[in-house]
């Protein structure tokens, strides 16, 4: 890995290093360097930046940094951000010594002041951390909005079943509006890998995040896996990130699926998340849930796709080599 010797000092919650992962990206990435690297040392120690084999000119760029906080990890291939946050984590850890992470995409950041402010009130290390995130014009970022597992707790699950009623499910298990304007934290189940502190302690007892899953709600899932290890996840709002990413439209939270190859990922995964969420419950909804999407895919490269990711899914498989998920959506 590429980058420095010399760590800062720790600050308030202990040394606190930031993990990067990037694709073809390097615009925004300059972006989100410049701001992270502008936080005093005492509030973050080192920035881990995985590279997932860009080709538009971010190792070149990369190369010519000297900041003795920032360290680079070139991958051979492209890991998908599942891949390269586990990478990335892995390496906070064991290369330099991390207390907490704070994990984001290239496209995302912390608003000045963030980190110091996550120093500045206790912490404990086994509670993970997730942050208020936004769009820069200051609507609430939707693909970055933290849950609640309905499956876990009564009162969400009677409300998403009468939200189905109303076309209104998804908003009984997220964090309201109204929280995102409070001052207290309250606890979560559900975070995205853009704004989440997670301490050491929680990497000890839940390890890092299954780099198969490639694509698409990694972070639930491992947020998930935090709760079933006994780690609490606070959302604070009191914590500021902002995200200029394009996946979603600006308070629309529709996910443009794209290519094929995406699509597998999205239903697999998908199915692997309410699993875990649900648990034995699962198998009550889940095959009929890839049965209903299977339904709705068109033509037969789609319906090929489908029944792969529903069967992966179904069999919580992660092994699959990416090549094999492209090849399977360009077979005619």
């Known amino acids: 890995m590429q980058g420095g010797t010399d760590f800062a000092a720790a ?5 606190l290093v930031a993990v990067v992962v990037t694709y073809d990206r390097l615009g925004p ?70 207390d907490v992470l704070v994990v984001m995409d290239d496209d995302a950041r912390p608003v000045p002041g963030a980190l110091a402010a996550f120093h500045a009130a206790p912490r404990a290390p086994d509670r993970a951390v997730a942050a208020a995130v936004r769009y820069p014009g200051g609507g609430i970022c939707e693909m970055n909005r933290p849950g609640l597992n309905p499956f876990a707790r009564p009162s969400v699950f009677l409300g998403a079943l009468a939200g189905l009623f109303r076309g209104r499910a998804r908003a009984a298990w997220h964090v309201p509006d109204a929280d995102f304007e409070g001052t207290a934290p309250r606890e979560i189940d559900m975070g995205s890998f853009v704004g989440l502190f997670v301490p050491r302690e929680a990497i000890a007892r839940c390890g890092y995040p299954d780099p198969g899953l490639f694509l698409y709600g990694d972070d639930v899932i491992y947020s998930l896996g935090l709760r079933r290890a006994g780690i609490a996840i606070d959302f604070d709002p009191a914590l500021h990130f902002e995200h200029d990413c394009e996946t979603y439209a600006a308070g629309q939270g529709t996910r443009t699926q794209g290519p094929l190859w995406k699509l597998y990922y999205l239903q697999r995964n998908r199915l692997i998340m309410y699993r875990r969420a649900a648990g034995p419950l699962f198998w009550l909804f889940g ?24 069967l992966d899914g179904l069999a919580r498989r992660t092994d699959r080599p990416h090549d094999e998920i492209l090849r399977l959506a360009r077979a005619p």
Do not use: Y
């Open 11 to 15: 600050g308030g919650a202990g040394r």
């Open 29 to 98: 990435l300059k972006v989100t360097l410049a701001r992270l690297l502008e936080a005093e040392a005492a509030h973050l120690a080192a920035v881990v930046v995985i590279d997932n084999a860009s080709g538009d000119g971010t190792a070149d760029w990369l190369d010519g940094q000297d900041d003795p906080r920032l360290f680079v990890h070139r991958c051979e291939t492209n890991l998908g951000g599942a891949g390269g946050f586990a990478r990335g984590m892995r390496l906070a850890v064991e290369e330099c010594d991390a």
């Open 287 to 310: 095959p009929l849930l890839a049965l209903a999407w299977g339904g709705r895919a068109r033509g037969p490269g789609a319906r090929r796709v489908w029944a792969r990711a529903a």
